[in-house]
């Protein structure tokens, strides 16, 4: 399992014979689970692990930047398959510039993307557009946490995702077209998650704009994101969700003078759906 390996305990075993020694050191496999913590072993570890996809975790603890470490991760792009990034965001932009080939490689065994970038120092976007300038058709999953302004590579999302998390934070969200053409290219989508990502809609608005073709979400089984009443009647208008699915809507005030607005699109859009509010 993957906890086992991380914590780098079972290393104990190739201690055991010579033979066990051996038969540990010729399987990849068990090397690939990559803790970035600061240990002397870990360039080791990529050698070991051989040509094994690659699972990496990495923290914000690490304030020390090892260049030639992170270089290897990026040089790696061709086996990585779990990628689970923590880093401030001034600290992830040093690091894609140098590091990432404007061209990109892709990620040709990726099933997870975990990105959290905590704090904002206000300098220009994190360029994810460079790490996702290729393809990573088997992505599964996807967890994007984020103060400070991102690039959006349409690389990262393919017809394969099935879990889409998107938390941006303190920024102006994508207009509504850009955020349903990104959708649009989610066929296979079952769980989507969006906090901060609703467009800025008139509160004032009586009745919303007619949509004449809603994109249909017909593999959906859960949908949360937050917003005001108008912000979400208007995401809601635009989109047709399956009749059995799981609805959470955020930071909704009953007080919104919209809140009328909201009702006629719940029922056209979700007239058997389960709405469960948080």
């Not at 088997?138 to 998107?166: K, M």
């Not at 859960?222 to 930071?251: E, I, T, Y």
Request: aromatic content about 6%; overall charge neutral.
């Amino acid at each position: 399992s993957m906890s086992p390996l991380g914590s780098r305990e079972w290393v104990k075993l190739t201690h055991v014979c010579k033979p066990w020694r051996m038969i540990g050191l010729a399987c990849g496999q068990l090397w690939s689970v990559i803790r970035l913590d600061g240990s002397e072993c870990v360039p080791e570890l990529f050698g070991r692990s051989r040509e094994a996809p690659l699972t990496i975790f990495t923290s914000q603890d690490n304030q020390l930047l090892d260049w030639a470490l992170y270089r290897n991760i990026f040089s790696e792009m061709h086996r990585m398959q779990d990628l689970h990034l923590r880093l401030p965001d001034n600290i992830l932009r040093y690091l894609l510039y140098p590091l990432v080939p404007s061209s990109g490689g892709g990620f040709p065994l990726m099933r997870v993307l975990e990105l959290d970038v905590p704090g904002d120092t206000g300098m220009m976007e994190i360029p994810l557009h460079r790490l996702f300038a290729g393809s990573a058709p088997r992505i599964e999953t996807v967890r994007l946490n984020t103060h400070a302004a991102c690039s959006w590579p349409d690389g990262l999302f393919s017809s394969s995702l099935r879990s889409l998390h998107i938390t941006q934070r303190n920024r102006s969200p994508r207009d509504m077209k850009d955020l349903m053409n990104m959708l649009t290219l989610l066929s296979m989508l079952q769980c989507l998650e969006l906090n901060g990502m609703l467009p800025w809609c008139d509160p004032n608005i009586a009745e919303l704009p007619k949509v004449a073709h809603p994109l249909v979400m017909r593999h959906l089984t859960h949908m949360s994101f937050d917003g005001s009443v108008s912000r979400c009647a208007w995401f809601l208008a635009q989109v047709c969700l399956p009749a059995l699915m799981n609805l959470q809507l955020k930071g909704v005030v009953t007080s919104d003078p919209a809140l009328e607005a909201l009702g006629p699109v719940l029922t056209a859009r979700l007239a058997d759906a389960t709405w469960a509010a948080p």
